[in-house]
């Protein structure tokens, strides 16, 4: 007898927000509203079998503010999750860019979190952990862009990212918990006369 899978995730989203729009800021702060149902049913045979179903309510309120002026650009803010399932957790970014002459130089910093999926929670074939923690990530990037004229940009990144609680599987699908480092460089040139040119180097 060969498989048949079925997974299905029905979302009812609720958005509220408020956006405050000034002469060199922008703020918004809003919350959202997410309850989600989840079912699967996975029949390989006799190798295997795994049927659940699964509800989450997810509760967001959020923070965002961005500051345009002549010399730099400022961009910040934070977001508490109250996940049914995940918990309490809270995530936020930060970035500034300096202007200077035909230079660009920008530092940004973005803590996130992603709480795993309900196959990797209620599996019944074995792999299913209902207490998975949240997959949490650590990012932070400089970059430089320099305008060679008006119509040609130079522009060099590099970024680092630290994950922590990644859920992996390995060959025999085993499912398991690992850290993970991701460093890269991006390299890009672009011209409104030619084709834009995009080197990047990633290591992981």
Known sequence: MGSN???????????FSYTK???NVVQKIGFIYTKEHMSELVYGGTAYESRF????NN????????MSYP???????????????A?????GNFGV??????????????????????TDLYATDGSGDATHKPEESFSYEFGVKRYVNENTFIRGTAFKTRLKNLIEADINSQIYLSDALITGLEMRVQSNYVLSYMISVTHI
């Open 5 to 15: 899978d079925f997974t299905d995730t029905l979302r009812d989203i609720y958005d």
């Open 97 to 118: 860019s300096l202007l200077s002459d035909n230079n660009v130089y920008s530092f940004n910093i973005t803590k996130s979190y992603r709480p795993a999926d309900a």
């Open 87 to 91: 918990g309490h957790f809270t995530s």
């Open 53 to 56: 179903t699964a509800q989450h």
């Open 59 to 66: 509760k967001e309120y959020f923070y965002q503010n961005e």
């Open 21 to 23: 729009v000034g002469s």
């Open 71 to 85: 010399s730099y650009r400022l961009n910040f803010g934070a977001r508490h999750t109250d996940h049914s399932q």
